[in-house]
């Protein structure tokens, strides 16, 4: 338990690091918002791999969850933490994130699978930041997405990253779990990537932070 303890505070104290690293690029190197958050939720997310080889009561991260969430809640009525914050869309995606982990965890926990944790907070990690950013950065050869009269917030080239992205990692982590490559192998990553694709896709003000993992645990459950 005492080990326990003691490597949470330090999973503390890393995350508080990376936020100080992060603001101070912000601050000093003016980097864009978008990007310093994106960064902050890369790492942060990928952070959280070794979670189920850690922790054996889904408790501690309910503890680390809610200490995250109130620091978000209290920097950004303080108007501190500009890193994170300063975006100009209306968006609850920093707050949902710490509850994605938890409930992603909690699900993982109770079904003793640490894969239906990993797989999702891979595609989290990576696939969504990269959507973001090559999609609100790269504006040749883009553009939203339309179909038929409904224009859609998303760009065609965020989606496709999303979805090239998510293919390669599902396909990469499958193997490795299912120990072998082979016609499942292929056409559930599809699937993975597709149905998280479409999870960002639909999600609206940052909530797919928590529709994109649930998604992938769905699919997992159901066809793994």
Known sequence: ??????????????????????ELNYRRLNVKGEITRKF???????????????FSSHWYVFVLATLFFIVLAVTQ?????????????????????????YVT????????NKFLFILPMLILAICDPMAAILGINIKKYNGRIKIGTWKFQKTWLGTAAFFVTGVIIAMIAL???MEAFNFKTVWLSLLVAFVGMLAEF?????SDNLSIPLSVVVVLLLFL
């Open 1 to 22: 338990m005492d080990n326990i303890i003691f490597i949470a505070i330090v999973y503390l104290v890393g995350i508080s690091v990376l936020l100080a690293f992060n």
């Open 40 to 54: 902050a939720h890369f790492s942060a997310t990928l952070a959280t791999l070794p979670f189920p080889y850690i």
């Open 77 to 101: 009525k303080s108007r501190q933490l500009k890193s994170i914050h300063d975006i100009s869309r209306k968006s609850m995606g920093s707050y949902l994130l710490p509850l994605s982990i």
């Open 105 to 112: 965890f909690l699900i993982s926990n109770i079904l003793e």
């Open 175 to 177: 193997y490795f779990h």
């Open 202 to 206: 639909i999600s609206w003000r940052g």
